[in-house]
């Protein structure tokens, strides 16, 4: 198994590739972002591009019988957005999604998990 969770660019489309061609069972680590890649103040949104792309080629991989999952998660409490004033979800909460889509006897294609929206 794989967990394709660090994002650098369109490096997780590629360590995808490379897992499944090893037969590995992936779960990715996508982006709620992904569903926005038009940003207001941002005409390069490359993160929400670079994870629709990883959600794309997931979603591609799925339908050709690999066994790989994309859970799409909103923000969660991390480092990385320590700085940023919203509800977060803690990690622990992200890893239970993780064992539970590996603990399911179907495979689970994506997911799309957030905290609420204001």
């Known amino acids: ?3 394709n969770c660090k994002h650098n660019g369109f490096e997780q489309v590629d360590m995808l590739y490379k897992a499944t061609d090893l037969n590995k069972r992936v779960i990715s680590i996508g982006s709620y972002a992904s569903d926005f890649v038009f940003h207001p103040h941002k005409p390069k949104f490359n993160y929400a591009v670079e994870k629709k792309a990883l959600r794309d080629a997931n979603s591609a991989l799925f339908d050709h019988s690999k066994d790989v999952t994309c859970i799409n998660f909103g923000y969660f409490d991390t480092e990385r957005i320590e700085h940023l004033d919203v509800e977060k979800m803690p990690v622990d909460y992200c890893c239970g999604i993780i064992a539970w889509v590996l603990d399911q006897p179907y495979r689970v ?5 957030c905290p609420p929206i204001d």
């Open 1 to 3: 198994m794989f967990i």
């Open 109 to 113: 294609k994506e997911l799309t998990i």
